[in-house]
Every structure is written in C-alpha cells, then in structure tokens.
C-alpha cells in the first residue's frame, strides 16, 4: 500500500495525516506551519512518510518509549487501531489509538523527570505520530476505539499501573531477597492506593508473573498482612524503605508511586529544578502573535473604561478582525496566520443593540469589499439563555457551562476560541472589593489560559476613573491591560461625526516601556463605521509651540499661509489665544521684579 492510499484510508475514519519528513519524526511544514495546513495528494505522493494528527483527528496515542512496558499492553483495550516498529526484523506494538470527544490532556511517565529522555508510557493528544514509511508497521488495522468520559480516566489510571509495573519489575530482584521486595511493594500499595485488596493482588500477581516467580501465591498474600498491619497503626513499609531497598533516589521512587497514587505524595516530592543547561535547552513555544503585537495566542487581556466610552464598540471590532483575519486601528494581521474562531459573551447590552452594531461593521466589511465570516464568530446574549440570565462565573455550574461551549467550538473549528466576556461585573455574582473572589475568579481565567485559550474581560473604571473597579488582584496574571478613556478637550480632534477615545496600556507584559505601549487616540466614523487611529497630541500645548516658533521668527501677526506650514501649523484663533497667555505670562514675570 503506497502513503497516499494509506492516507486514504485513514481519512475514511475521520483521521487527519500530514505529510513527514523522511527517516525523521518532524512533519512537513507550509510557510512555517503544520497544523490545520490543507494537505494536497501531491505532498503525499512526494513524501516518504505521514503522520496522524491528534488533536484533528479527537484521537488519543498511547506512545509505549521504554519496550519493557509493552508487557503490559494486555491490561488496555487492545481491540484498536494500532501502529508499530520493526525492532531485530520484529514487529513491535508501541503505538495504541483511541478516539475521545471530550476534555483530554497529555500525559507522560517519565523513569526520572528530570530526564526528558527517560519516557516509558506516555498519552499524547496534541502533536502528531509518524504511522507510515520511516520503519512503521500497521499492526492492527481496526478503526480507533471511542472512549466514554469513565472509560478515558481509566485508560488514565491504566497507563499509570504501567508505568509503575514496567519500573518495579526492572528492579525486581533476579534471586533472593524477592520475599522482602514484594512485602515493601504490599506496604507501598497499602499505603498510596485507594484500591480494594482484590486490585492489589491482581497487581502484584501480574507483577510476579512478568517476572517468572514460581512463588507467586506467597508473594500476593503479602497485600493483606500489610492491609492488617496497617489497619493496626503498625509499622507499614513506605516509598522511604523502597528507595534504600533499590537503592535510587526518594524522589525519584516517589513519583513512581504518583502515577497510582490517590493522593500526591507532596511531604516527599521536591519541586522540580533544573539546571541552566537543562533549561536552556528546552524547546518552549514562542509567542504565536495574530494582530501584531497586540494580540498573541493563550494571553489574559483586561479592557476597560467608565460606562459609554466605548469599550463593547471596541472589542466587538477587535473580535470581529479576529475571526476574519483583518488588520485592527495600526495593528497589522500576521502573514499566514489563520483566522481564528472567537465567542462573544455579553452579560449587559440588549440583543437589538449588539445586533444593531453587529450590521453595522458587516455593513462596512461589504463596502470595502471584505468578505465577513459569519461562521467564525458566535455571541452569547442574555435573550438566548435560560431564563435569561447567566450562571454566574464565580459559581462551578457558570464555569462548567461556559467550558462545554468552548470545547464544542474547539471540536468544531478544530482550533481553541478567543473568549470576550463583556462584561465582569453583569457576568459574575461576587463583591468586586473582595480580594478572594477576585483571586478564585482569575486563577480560574489563568487555568483556561494554560489549556490553549485566549481570554478578554471587560470591566468598569472606579468614580474616580484612574482604576477598574475592584481589588488589583485582578490586574496581577493579566499579560496585557488596556484602558479606553474619553479624551480631553484639547486632545480632541477636529473630526466631525465621530466617537474618540484614548487607548492606554497600563500593563503589557511583553512591551512595558516600548514604542508599542504609547497611548493614542482611536476613533470610528458613526456613518461609515471605519476606524482610525492618531498619534496622541495635546493641541492647547501644540498650539503653544507653534506660537513660540512664530515669535522666535519675528512674526507677531497672523497670516493665512501659517495655517498650512508643515511642522508648525496654527489658526488664527489659537495663534492670538497663545499670544495673549505669552503677554500675559510676561507681564506677570514683570510684576514679579518690581522690589516692594
């Protein structure tokens, strides 16, 4: 079978491929990208092998790294799609597909974890697997079996017994000493597990027979001595005695008893540290920038701004030049950046008002012959709801709510949606003074942003103006804060019919200090609703300079021509608004002189 008809074949079922480089693991790329690339049989038919994409394809890999722990594969639902490698001419099955429509995360046991290279099982749910050319086999060619949510935890749970099963039988004793081995392993399990006797003699028979002991009913009945001893408050063999018993590392021998354990074994795991080599080697994710240098994929931005400035005007232009791939006031969309699925939620305005503006900027898109995507935005208004209202998202049952609605989204775009949430205070139920609300409220805005969301809140000014509402706990995750504020007079602009606002960055974490975090003022045209930005300028004090440029020059009256000079330019009104406040000023300096 040639790649392109086993490329074929697994597109029947829903699996996604991509085309890999040859002898190597890397895929292939087009400009720069791999993921959500629309692959043509021509890159199939001219590459040596292909991979299958998981995230696409709502597929989970079972990757067995260390070939000792496929003696174990019999303890998973083997009845699925599974690839393999040739090893001494002999096919081996590392490679175990399952499919999942829900929440899945990656995986990994690692021998030491501090080793990147010491995997032994891991589930990987978002990268890709090379399955054809570069020495793989196709072992079992049944479709990927689908989990339920209670059958994918137990996979979890399994894959961790595996690990533990594949490093406890390495270290098994090859004579003597297996009696107290297996005594120190009975504690181990009596004391780290929540499982029934019955589950852990089932786990310690398998344990003995990978490894050929004839003595297989005396090592098992170990489990209920040390389950009576330990009912008993008598001494119980820890992960303390194992390490010394194999004679690793505690940590180490700790995290091996983490994969199965109910409760992480904190009192004895240091947190993890590594050394500069290590961690300068680590290949971390860039930031992946859409409107540069604005907006970047998995960030936490806070607007904000006193009732009618404009904020929802704003974002939903932003949300807007989000889904569609369109440059936004003097940010420029990425080259080759998709656009990306965005979801509106609006806790305040009415459906006829979000509606209203909604036409209005598809109305503009259509006269600048800009295709909208109708598809690639959806908003969450209050009539829509249940008795229209939200869950409020400082409740279990909000949050819940709203996740279920992103992951749909995620599942139908194939990529994880940017969330406006407009706006705090008519979205959640605390009091905003209150500090550990705020606190329980962003550190769950943090977890979505760890999962691969990109997360907006809007939210009101104080009275006073010169903050958002609330405890600052909120300003502290966010990666970028932005004020929108209604100019001052002399800031204003002579541009008639249109709303103005100055936008401010009060944290942005990437470009603090920047030419990038400068304020200017942005404005949007009530007929044509085109946006535009200027630079930031105070006229009363530009009227000034231009005045003491005149002066300086010898000029004390007004001419028609000054109105148009390139760098000075003035009124006549302004012109004798400033040289009156001159002569004004110097008769004061003048005053000032005169001895008493």
Known sequence: MTILEQVKSFE??????????????????????????????????????????????????????????????????TNTLTIGKKVNGVAIPTHLFYRYEGNKHKYVTLEDRNKKDSVIVEMLVNTQTVAGGNN????????????????????????????????????YPKEGSRDEYCLIIAGCLVRYTNWTTSEREEFMRILCQANNDTE??????????????????????????????????????????????????????????????????KN?????????????????????????????????????????GQDFLKYKWVKDVKPVPVLYVEGEMSATQIQERLLNITERYRSENKTFDYEMIKFAILREQINYSFDPLNTDLGRKRLELLMEQMYHQFG???????????????????????????MNWLVQLRSKGYTIFFLHHATKEGSTSSGSNMKERPVDLEIKLQEPEKEQKLDLKEETQMIVQFKKWREHNYTEHSQSFLASVARRTHKWSWYKLTNKKNASDRAYQ???????????????????????????????KKDIEQNEAVKLEEVPF
């Open 216 to 281: 297989v009913k005396s090592r098992v009945s170990k489990i209920t001595y040390q389950e009576e001893q330990y009912k008993l408050n008598k001494e119980v063999y820890g992960v303390k005695a194992f390490a010394e018993h194999i004679k690793r590392d505690v940590d180490i021998c700790t995290n091996w008893f983490n994969w199965v354990n109910n409760e992480n074994l904190s009192e004895t795991t240091p947190i993890t540290a590594l050394s500069a080599s290590e961690f300068i080697a």
């Open 136 to 171: 793989r086999v196709l072992i079992n060619n049944a479709p990927p079996l689908k989990l339920s949510d209670s059958q994918y935890i137990e996979l979890k749970n399994t894959v961790g017994k595996i690990a533990l099963l594949t490093m406890l039988s390495k270290n």
């Open 284 to 324: 971390y994710p860039q930031a992946e920038y859409l409107l540069y240098p604005l907006v970047a994929k998995e960030t936490l931005t806070q607007i904000w701004a006193a009732p009618g400035v404009g904020k929802t005007l704003f974002s939903i232009e932003l949300a807007c030049a989000l889904s569609n």
């Open 549 to 579: 440029y005149w002066k300086t020059a010898g000029i004390g009256i007004w001419s028609e021509d000054m109105k148009e000079h390139d760098e000075y330019p003035i009124s006549k009104a302004s012109f004798y608004r400033s040289k």
């Open 12 to 77: 029947a079922q829903g699996i996604y491929c991509v085309p890999v480089e040859a002898g190597g693991k890397r895929p292939l790329t087009k400009q720069g990208h791999w993921k959500d690339v629309d692959w043509l049989d021509e890159d199939f038919q001219k590459a040596e092998a292909f991979g299958i994409q998981h995230e696409k394809s709502n597929l989970i890999d079972l990757d067995f790294d260390d070939l000792s722990s496929i003696n174990f594969q019999h303890l998973l639902p």
């Open 415 to 441: 990529q994880k949606p940017f969330v406006f949430l407009d706006n705090i205070s008519c979205l959640t139920s605390f009091q905003e003074k209150d500090g550990a609300e705020w606190l329980s409220f």
